[in-house]
């Protein structure tokens, strides 16, 4: 044998040796633990568990990286920031996916009524919550704002849009988290990861189910004590859990608690007896849109809505126009109010899901 055809055969063995170590390595393989980074000015965690990798995690933050890029309001440089600077002189052109999501906007907006206004910008930012210069506007700087806040003065041609009113600015940050929880959703479903949870600063999307094919259990957080043990507990596999309370984001003033909601109309936070609404659905889209809607409209008329959406429109409870043209409609939803009270209504859906953990609270009246 010659030396050349003997020092094949010994690399050939050492290759295949590397190969079947490398392989065992893999499979022992610790996964990497959740990761957390603030993005969209909040605090975000995503958990993939085993399948947790570092390329997985890049890809996912990665992703949420460019959304923040796009849609921050307070990003000069972003999509959003450069149609709002051209507000009432000319159209902006954008990329798809900052087109899409404003017509989805607009969908949503029609939908409630305008208790949902992609245009809401100018009140955010006269009110200034959860900035360091939150403070109680004029009523006669409230009074000029409102005019500017109106859905159907923006358009959208091809990829521009354009606000016809100079002065108006856009803020999807009552979208926009939940969009970007559906798009990490697909990621982990191209992925092929069996469970994962996602938190976006609170909004929560549970993937999958636990090891022993269990439910994932998700709390709706006690208003009164955030911090504290949840009011209530959900069990739910695959869906999107998103909630808009007083207590998420405000400041107090002369003994006044001013929160973030603000009423499109009026241009002041909502006052209306609730103190939470959370929406159950797959498409974290519309339940972000939604939590902050119906928390808006009031229990009865949030209700309402809910109801003619849950009969596909045929309810005549509300004027809802074509819902197969607003996305994420074609999946279950479903709302769980909490009132100033304490008492809880409940969409008739999750009542093998739902239960009190607080026993502050009382039994849910379910509708």
């Known amino acids: 044998m010659s030396v050349h055809s003997c020092f094949r055969r010994t690399a050939a063995g050492f290759s295949a040796l590397a190969l079947v170590l490398t392989a065992l390595l ?38 949420l ?14 999509e959003i920031s450069r149609i709002n600077a051209a507000a009432g002189d000319h159209a902006v052109q954008v990329s798809e996916e900052v087109r899409s999501l404003i017509q989805t906007s607009l969908a949503y907006a029609e939908l ?3 208790a949902f206004d992609p245009t ?25 704002a409102l005019p500017l806040v109106n859905w159907r003065n923006v358009t959208v041609s091809g990829d521009t849009v354009f606000l016809t009113k100079k002065g108006m600015a856009l803020d999807l940050g009552a979208i926009v988290k939940g969009y970007a929880a559906d798009r990490l ?23 999958g189910e636990k090891k022993d094919h269990s439910p994932w259990n998700v709390g709706i957080k006690n208003p009164d004590n955030p911090e504290g043990k949840p009011a209530l507990l959900l069990q739910l596999r695959n869906a999107s859990v998103v909630t808009s309370g007083v207590y998420e984001r405000f400041f107090i003033q002369d003994g006044v608690r001013y929160h973030h909601i603000l009423n499109p109309k009026t241009g002041y936070p909502v006052s209306n007896g609730l103190t939470s609404v959370s929406i159950i659905c797959e498409s974290s889209t519309a339940a972000d849109a939604f939590s902050t809607s119906l928390f808006t409209l009031g229990k009865d008329d949030g209700i309402l809505l809910l109801n003619e959406i849950v009969s596909g429109g045929s309810a005549g409870a ?5 819902l197969q043209n607003v996305p994420g409609l074609d999946v279950p939803l479903s709302a769980v109010f909490i009132m100033d009270d304490k008492q809880v209504y409940a969409s008739d859906a999750l009542q093998d899901v739902l239960r009190i953990y607080d026993t502050a609270y009382g039994s849910a009246e379910f509708f």
Request: charged share 20%.
């Open 65 to 78: 990286t460019k959304l923040d890029s796009l849609f921050s309001a307070n990003n000069p440089d972003s």
């Open 120 to 144: 809401v910008g100018p009140l955010v930012r006269m009110w200034g919550i959860n900035t360091d210069h939150a403070r109680v506007p004029d009523p006669q700087e409230l009074q000029a």
């Open 318 to 322: 509300a004027q809802v126009s074509d």
């Open 112 to 114: 409630t009524g305008g």
């Open 185 to 207: 959703a697909d990621i982990l479903a191209l992925r092929k990861v069996k469970r994962a949870i996602i938190d976006l600063g609170g909004n929560i999307y549970v993937f």
């Open 26 to 63: 893999t499979g022992c393989r610790k996964a990497e633990g959740p990761r957390t980074q603030l993005v969209f000015g909040t605090v975000c965690t995503v958990n993939a568990y085993k399948a947790g990798t570092v390329r997985l995690y890049d890809e996912l933050f990665d992703c």
